[in-house]
C-alpha cells in the first residue's frame, strides 16, 4: 500500500515539475503579463519578425476579435522539441485572445534547411509520441479531463497524402485547448491551440 501512495507521489511530482519547466501560459491577460512571462523563462528570449495569418479554422471568433500579428518566441527544448510560442491580441485593448505553441524542428527556417529537417525527422514517430503524453500530462493538470481524446495516431487521408493525426480536446463554456500530432512527410509537430470565448 505504501508502495504504491508513494509511486502515485512521484508520477504527481513529475508532472508538476514538468509543468513548471514547460510554462505554458493559459490566462487571458494584456500582452505586457505575457512578454513580461516569456522573459522570466528567458531574459534573452528570441524573439522573431514573422508575420502569420489566422484564419477562422483555427480561431472561430476571428470576425469578432481582430487580431494582430503573434508575438513569436522561440524557446530551447524541454524534452526532445523546441517550442514556438505564438501569442495573438486585439490591438486595441492588448487583450490575448488566441495562443499557438508549436514544438517542432525548423519552423520558420528557409526551406532547404527545412526539407533537411524533414529527412531526418521521418523516423522520429516514436519521439513525437513520447512528447504529445508528456505535454497532455502537463495540461490535464492546468485543464483537467479532457472533453475528448483519441487512444492513439489515426491516418488520415488527404489530397495531399496520408498523415497521422492525434487530438486531445478540452472544451468548456470560458475555453477550447487542443492538443494535436501530426505527423507527415513533410509536417512533424505537436501543436497547442487555445482560445478565450469571450
Do not use: C
Not at 19 to 28: A, L, N
Request: aromatic share 12%; proline share 4%; no cysteine.
Amino acid at each position: 500500500m505504501k508502495a504504491s501512495i508513494l509511486s502515485v507521489l512521484i508520477i504527481i511530482l513529475s508532472i508538476l515539475k514538468s509543468f513548471g519547466q514547460e510554462k505554458i501560459w493559459t490566462k487571458q491577460s494584456k500582452i505586457s503579463e505575457v512578454i513580461t512571462f516569456e522573459k522570466k523563462i528567458n531574459s534573452k528570449a528570441e524573439f522573431l519578425p514573422q508575420g502569420v495569418f489566422l484564419t477562422k479554422e483555427y480561431y472561430p471568433l476571428a470576425s469578432i476579435h481582430v487580431v494582430t500579428d503573434p508575438v513569436i518566441i522561440k524557446r530551447k527544448p524541454t524534452a526532445y522539441l523546441p517550442v514556438y510560442t505564438h501569442y495573438f491580441y486585439t490591438p486595441g485593448d492588448s487583450v490575448l485572445r488566441f495562443v499557438l505553441y508549436d514544438w517542432e524542428k525548423g519552423l520558420y527556417e528557409n526551406s532547404l534547411d527545412e526539407q533537411k529537417i524533414w529527412k531526418e525527422e521521418l523516423d522520429k514517430l516514436e519521439a513525437y509520441k513520447k512528447e504529445y503524453v508528456r505535454i497532455k500530462r502537463i495540461l490535464l493538470v492546468e485543464f483537467g479531463l479532457a472533453k475528448s481524446a483519441d487512444e492513439s495516431p489515426k491516418i488520415i487521408d488527404s489530397e495531399s497524402g496520408n498523415y497521422l493525426d492525434q487530438t486531445t480536446l478540452w472544451e468548456n463554456d470560458n475555453i477550447h485547448a487542443e492538443l494535436n500530432l501530426i505527423f507527415s512527410e513533410t509536417t512533424h509537430r505537436v501543436r497547442l491551440t487555445l482560445y478565450w470565448k469571450n
